[in-house]
């Protein structure tokens, strides 16, 4: 089935036995941990869009090697009409969760894999990408969701990964045989990896000679033997301990989250066919780039939609305190809106000036991309001050709802914590807690930081911004206007 619905989803992930740690001890049913369910029903919001006639544009495309109509997820973007739906389904996924549904960076991954592979086998007569088509189609007719993982734990930071005092601080290769490679190492921020059904790993820097073992790209299944899942901690995360009605208020956003995960890879059997990079060093750098700019592109969409809701959140708390009308509120509205389609802005520019690559896809404008993500790393903070200022101090001394329940000091905080009177006090404590949750909580995870690192660090961005842009023909430029002959 090529679009799997929610349910179809759900059922893939029962009954797996993976080595998943939280707390200091094994997690055996991570289906229905309060931590980890939000992070499912995040990604499961993927497949149950995909399967509503009104998300079809955006949720589903259909498939150049197959030509069934599959999840776009799992799709291999044809034109830059692909790329610009791309941005818009991570928009209304973002709009729809408020969370990172996770399920972008196994896409990206394909994305960049499909093309670099082609560029791979040219130049070196290697049969990458025929492995990597099958694999393709594969996880298209089982609608998989895929974990993209790239970033290595890198240790020194001054030493490239040949060099470090502990070889595995980047995932590399510890064993050759006739059946497939052994690979060791760790991918830290795995965004998403125990709800995914499949690992596509990818190198984490353009790679010299002397790092030839760590040039690889694969696949593995989840339940892979040898991975070791550790939890990855989020602000405030123990509210979601407490899942009672009240402990649910407090949660702010108690159904949605997103998952980051240090996933160890000890000693683990790859097969041949789901090798995709072997040794290939001088074509990592390119893997990398093309991968990082689709994730660049991603966050023009996915916080996007994060970014509706919150500007969605300071007009309806400015009803609830009755400060609707002050001039100064709107103009801060008015200043979320502007940062926040900016960022959009971006993501539909890099993707309508994407271009064919040689293996046919799709790739994006990355000097565009780039710009796109650099914005993401300032835009949200901004938007954020701004909720935070609107909301007022209240959003972080309220006290619990477990008082607001309690009969005797409950109906102080009705009274007491009112704003305008036709609105319970409930919803406005509601609300508060859901900003507190998306400037401060889980969701500030999603909505901040990884918006300041996710899909690569500012100066990343920088450093790509410095070399894609021509700047020898703005020299010229300058000196033909300013008749400078050199
Ligand atoms: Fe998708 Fe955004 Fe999460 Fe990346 S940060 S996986 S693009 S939702
Ligand atoms: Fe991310």
Same mark, same amino acid.
């Given at each position: ?18 080595? &998943?740690?939280? %707390? ?13 369910? !939000? ?13 509503? !006639? ?38 209304? =996924? ?25 560029? @791979? ?22 609608? =998989? ?21 502990? !070889? ?5 290769? /510890? #064993?050759?045989? #006739?059946?497939?490679? /052994? ?34 790209? %694969? ?29 649910? &208020? ?20 790859? !097969? ?117 200022? @609107? ?42 807690? %859901? ?12 909505? =901040? ?25 703005? #020299? ?11």
């Amino acid at each position: 089935m090529a679009i799997k619905t929610k349910n179809e989803y759900l059922k893939s992930l029962e009954g797996r036995n993976l080595k &998943i740690y939280m %707390f200091g001890e094994r997690v055996d049913d991570p289906m229905n941990h309060p931590i980890i369910r !939000p992070s499912i029903n995040s990604v499961a919001m993927t497949y149950e869009l995909a399967n509503k !006639p009104d998300f079809e544009d955006v949720m589903t495309a259909t498939s150049h090697l197959t030509g069934e109509r599959i999840n776009r997820y799992t799709h291999i973007h044809q034109s830059t009409e692909d790329l610009i739906n791309k941005v818009k389904m991570l928009r209304a =996924l973002g709009q729809t969760t408020c969370s990172c549904f996770q399920r972008c960076v196994g896409m990206d991954a394909m994305n960049a894999i499909y093309s670099s592979t082609y560029e @791979i086998d040219t130049a070196e007569g290697t049969d990458y990408h025929k492995r990597f088509v099958e694999y393709v189609k594969h996880a298209q007719k089982e609608d =998989l969701t895929i974990d993209g993982a790239m970033t290595d734990p890198k240790g020194d930071r001054r030493l490239r990964p040949g060099d470090q005092p502990d !070889p595995d601080m980047f995932v590399h290769v /510890v #064993k050759e045989t #006739k059946e497939g490679i /052994v690979v060791r190492g760790a991918k830290a921020h795995q965004t998403g990896c125990i709800n995914s059904h499949e690992i596509l790993v990818m190198p984490t820097l353009a790679m010299r000679q002397e790092d030839k073992d760590y040039a690889v790209s %694969f696949a593995v299944p989840v339940e892979a033997e040898g991975l070791v899942y550790i939890y990855g901690r989020q602000s405030m995360d123990m509210r979601k301990m407490d899942e009672s009605d009240s402990g649910k &208020i407090d949660q702010g956003n108690a159904c949605f989250g997103g998952q980051e995960i240090l996933l160890v890879f000890d000693d683990v059997f790859v !097969p041949w066919e789901k090798v995709f990079m072997c040794g290939e060093y001088q074509h990592s750098g390119m893997l990398v780039e093309r991968f990082a700019g689709y994730h660049r592109q991603s966050y023009g969409g996915c916080k996007v939609g994060v970014g509706d809701v919150l500007i969605g959140a300071a007009a309806l708390i400015a009803d609830y305190n009755g400060t609707q009308k002050a001039s100064h509120i709107k103009d801060k509205i008015i200043e979320m809106i502007h940062l926040n389609e900016t960022l959009y802005a971006c993501g539909i520019a890099c993707s309508s000036q994407g271009e064919k690559t040689a293996s046919g896809n799709y790739l994006v404008n990355l000097l565009l991309a780039n710009v796109c993500k650099q914005n993401v790393t300032r835009f949200p903070y901004e938007i954020s001050r701004l909720l935070q200022d @609107i909301a007022g101090g209240i959003m972080v001394t309220l006290p619990s709802a477990k008082d607001l329940k309690n009969p005797e000091v409950g109906p102080y905080i009705e009274k007491y914590l009112k704003g305008v009177s036709s609105v319970p006090t409930e919803n406005r404590i509601r609300l508060l807690r %859901f900003i507190e949750n998306m400037c401060l909580g889980c969701g500030a995870t999603c909505y =901040l930081t990884e918006s300041m690192h996710g899909a690569g660090s500012p100066q990343a961005q920088r450093i790509m911004m410095s070399r894609m842009l021509d700047m020898g023909a703005r #020299k010229e430029m300058v000196k033909r206007l300013a008749g400078i002959k050199e």
